[in-house]
């Protein structure tokens, strides 16, 4: 098992940043690739970023590429999405998941609790 637990979340004014962490406890963190999914109220939970093992060959998904930056640390069991230029767009809550490397949500084996990211216009 993977316990994972977000933080980072808040209101922001557009135009603005935020970081998200996600800390991992359980199995050893090294061996799962991370990733980041939101979802907007009434919508489907859509797929941001993921990140392999070891760091690298980060993907993103469209809406966020130039703005967002995944990264992790394997030493501290974390994984971070750093949200910069946010747009009102943006506005969903925010849930970290492991095990895949995938865009599908149904690839990944663990998930977060999630955490609440508000832009306003």
């Known amino acids: 098992q993977v316990q994972l637990v977000e933080s980072g979340g808040g209101l922001v004014q557009a135009g603005g940043s935020l970081r998200l962490s996600c800390a991992a406890s359980g199995h050893t963190f090294s061996n799962y690739p991370m990733g980041w999914f939101r979802q907007a109220p009434g919508k489907e939970r859509e797929f941001v970023a993921a990140i392999n093992w070891s760091g690298g060959i980060p993907r993103y998904a469209d809406s966020v590429k130039g703005r967002f930056t995944i990264s992790r640390v394997n030493a501290k069991n974390t994984v971070y999405l750093q949200m910069n230029s946010l747009k009102p767009e943006d506005t969903a809550v925010y849930y970290c998941?492991?095990?895949?490397?995938?865009?599908?949500?149904?690839?990944?084996?663990?998930w977060g609790q999630g955490t609440q990211v508000t832009v306003s216009s």
């Open positions: 998941a492991a095990g895949g490397y995938s865009g599908s949500p149904s690839m990944y084996d663990y």
